[in-house]
């Protein structure tokens, strides 16, 4: 058995008897220097570890999302009437779709951009309406020609008031006007006025009667609207009863869509029970709010006045528009942002670059005017490291943009060229070892200590050397 004088010969950290050791006031100062100078040391490498580094490189585009890019929009146009405004697409592939409703949603709004909380339905205007064979120039007229004061009057005599907005010019309206004033004529020995008097169809000369017309947003022409006896007014809910109609535009169609509208309405002038056509749009303005997919290719995202059965003047166009938001790809969520945004503060400041910009275009000054847009978009993900897994953190689209208003001998559109860089900036976050920081933090304690004993030694025995020094002058 081995006696315990024999064990501790194997001490490698023999201890001074605390009797052999001396203090001193520099010792004193030179300790608490070396806890606070260990404090500062170590707060510093706690901090550096804590800190998240971040390296960047670019790499070729490797999303994850597919070959499709999402674009997310809610623009405001104060002079572009829902019943007419369009959205479509069109890439560098030859892709164009026309049109697009399924996934976008339109608010009639006034000229302050305030809407009236009722969704304007946006099933798409058929493209190609059925016309009467003959454009006949002499056709009798039977229609009723109106201006304010008139159409004010019938509107309060007659139960229905179906009124054809045309302009003269118009190829559309010139298609319609036969067909029109026969019908009107078959609607007039059908339901006389002066016996019947429940439906009676008008006209509007849109280029005389300027302002009737844009009293009713008409900005299409021939637009076919349909007024109830008393419903000429706001109810409370901001929902306006007038109709339009978009169906065929022969005589016998007209005829028969008329028929329809008298048929539930009684002598009695009471209004229909039930309403087969859709709502005229509020008000002149219109919110169009929704998201479409494009391919990963330069393209366009174009907003516009179409109809394939009506026309437009070009010069009452206006295209002003206020961008309430607009971006590409996934919509993140603002606490997921935030939380990125710790880690890389410059992070997510170009997503919506245009959010909250107006475009506006003084008509008073031009007209025919296209406001166009250039983005160029490029995709960052941040990528985390955690132990020796990488997980993607973000993925998200930026862009520059660049916009100018451009006179046009065409139709005024509203139009975001885009193209999606091939490029993606790649943000890899830095792995930190644990092991490393804590020998670290071993290696500043060890140091430390190691420097403030050589420190504390010479001081020590300098002053020892001094006084020594002070004896031997006073012998």
């Known amino acids: 058995m081995i006696s315990s004088s024999k064990f501790k ?6 201890k001074f008897p605390r009797d052999l050791t001396e203090a001193s006031v520099s010792g004193a100062w030179l300790s608490i220097a070396t806890a606070l100078a260990m404090i500062f040391l170590f707060g510093m490498e706690l901090n550096k570890y804590l800190t998240v580094s971040t390296s960047t490189s670019i790499i070729i585009d490797n999303s ?65 309406s059925q016309h009467g064979d003959e454009v006949d120039d002499e056709a009798v007229e039977g229609s009723v020609s109106l201006n304010s004061d008139s159409f004010a009057k019938l509107s309060q005599e007659h139960p229905i ?21 026969k019908a ?38 021939p637009s076919i609207r349909i007024f109830r006896k008393g ?4 109810d409370d809910d901001g929902h306006h009863e007038h109709e339009s109609y978009y169906g065929d535009r022969d005589t016998d169609s007209l005829v028969k869509a008329m028929e329809e509208l008298v048929s539930p309405t009684p002598l009695e002038n009471q209004k229909p029970a039930v309403e087969k056509n859709r709502p005229a749009p509020l008000t002149g303005g219109c919110r169009i709010e929704g998201y479409v997919r494009v391919k990963k290719v330069p393209g366009n995202l174009i907003i516009s006045s179409r109809s394939g059965a009506h026309s437009f003047d070009s010069s009452q166009m206006n295209m ?22 710790r880690l890389i503060p410059y992070l997510g400041r170009s997503h919506d670059k245009l959010n909250g910009l107006s475009f506006i275009n003084h008509q008073d000054l031009d007209a025919n005017v296209t406001i166009e847009h250039y983005l160029q978009v490029v995709k960052t993900e941040v990528v985390t490291v955690k132990s020796s897994h990488e997980s993607s953190l973000i993925e998200q689209y930026e862009y520059t943009a660049h916009s100018s208003l451009a006179q046009s001998v065409n139709m005024p559109v509203a139009k975001f060229h885009f193209w999606l860089s091939p490029m993606q900036v790649l943000i890899t976050e830095n792995p ?11 290696a500043i304690i060890g140091g430390v200590f190691t420097v403030a004993g050589i420190l504390d030694s010479i001081l020590y025995n300098t002053i020892r050397l001094m006084k020594k020094m002070e004896i031997g002058k006073n012998i």
């Open 9 to 14: 010969a194997v001490d490698f950290y023999r």
């Open 64 to 128: 994850s999302d597919g070959d499709f890019l999402r674009i997310d929009f809610n623009i405001s146009f104060p002079a572009l009437s829902c019943e007419f405004a369009s959205v479509d697409v069109s890439d560098a592939l030859g892709t164009n779709r026309l049109n697009i409703t399924k996934t976008i949603r339109k608010f009639s709004i006034d000229p302050q951009l305030r809407h009236k909380a009722i969704e304007f339905h946006s099933e798409p205007v058929p493209h190609v």
């Open 161 to 181: 008031l179906v009124v054809n907005f045309f302009a003269p010019w118009c190829y559309w309206s010139t298609r319609l006007r036969s067909s029109w004033e």
């Open 184 to 221: 009107a004529k078959i609607i007039k020995e059908r339901y006389d006025p002066d016996k019947d008097g429940r439906i009676i169809l008008a006209k509007v000369d849109c280029t005389e009667a300027v302002d009737l017309c844009k009293r009713h947003h008409v900005q299409g022409y």
């Open 231 to 234: 419903s000429d007014l706001w």
């Open 320 to 341: 002003s528009h206020v961008i309430g938001h607009l971006s590409f790809g996934k919509i993140i969520s603002p606490r997921v942002l935030s939380d990125v945004k």
């Open 432 to 442: 930190k070892s644990l092991s490393h920081f804590l020998t670290n933090v071993c």
